[in-house]
């Protein structure tokens, strides 16, 4: 029998694809946890097989919830079932461990999919990202050609939350920093994508969007 955590805040949602994993495997026990908090305590009491991630969760700490779960099950599968734009933070992800990404918006049949690749060990991305990782020498040209994939964690969550409109003291109280670190990290961030603005920002990120689009699902 599969042991599944859900993380999800949203109750429909994880209503949704308890459901779903449940039909499709039909000896699974699904957990569900709606904080970060809730998350870590089902780690530490049981063995799970498998973790589905929503990373925008109260008390989420994006990438480092990663390595906060090793640390606990080092074995433990991750699937990162997010909101947030696949062409912007999955490569991040996996990077960061997770053995795949997902996008919210994906279908039934692709949430199956990426949920039965993981359990058997693969890791399942979509095809733009999978280009991205085929071997070093390609990740290390697509970084020279897409300057966003450069960018550190730390420098794309603060990249994100500029681009929904945040400014330097709320994005300092959201992650617990001082300010001027908040601002020494916009610098780096516009001097390495070489913009000035957050008008210029917005625009950069919207042009590597579109240039990534256009790819279906698959797994490795």
Excluded: C
């Excluded at 949430?111 to 999978?130: P, R």
């Amino acid at each position: 029998m599969k042991t599944v955590l859900l993380v999800e805040d949203h109750s429909i949602v994880r209503m949704g694809v308890r459901l779903l994993i449940e039909d499709f495997l039909p000896s699974v026990t699904v957990v569900e946890a709606a904080t970060f908090s809730e998350t870590l305590k089902h780690l530490q009491s049981r063995f799970f097989d498998l973790v589905i991630l929503d990373i925008k969760i109260p008390g989420g700490e994006a990438f480092n919830m990663i390595g906060k779960i090793r640390d606990i099950q080092n074995k433990v599968k991750i699937l990162v079932f997010s909101s947030q734009d696949e062409e912007l933070y999955a490569i991040h992800y996996v990077k960061a461990g997770a053995n795949g990404y997902l996008p919210k918006d994906t279908s039934n049949e692709e949430l199956e999919k990426a949920i039965t690749s993981v359990l058997a060990g693969g890791t399942y991305i979509s095809n733009v990202i999978q280009d991205q990782l085929v071997n070093n020498t390609l990740l290390e040209r697509e970084s020279k050609e897409s300057p966003l994939e450069i960018l550190s964690n730390r420098e794309l969550e603060i990249m994100d939350m500029l681009l929904t409109g945040k400014w330097t003291k709320d994005i300092a109280l959201d992650l617990n920093i001082k300010e001027s670190t908040v601002s020494t990290y916009k610098a780096r961030i516009f001097e390495k994508l070489e913009v000035t603005n957050i008008l210029e920002l917005f625009k950069k990120v919207e042009i590597y969007k579109r240039r990534k689009t256009g790819s279906n699902g698959s797994e490795l």
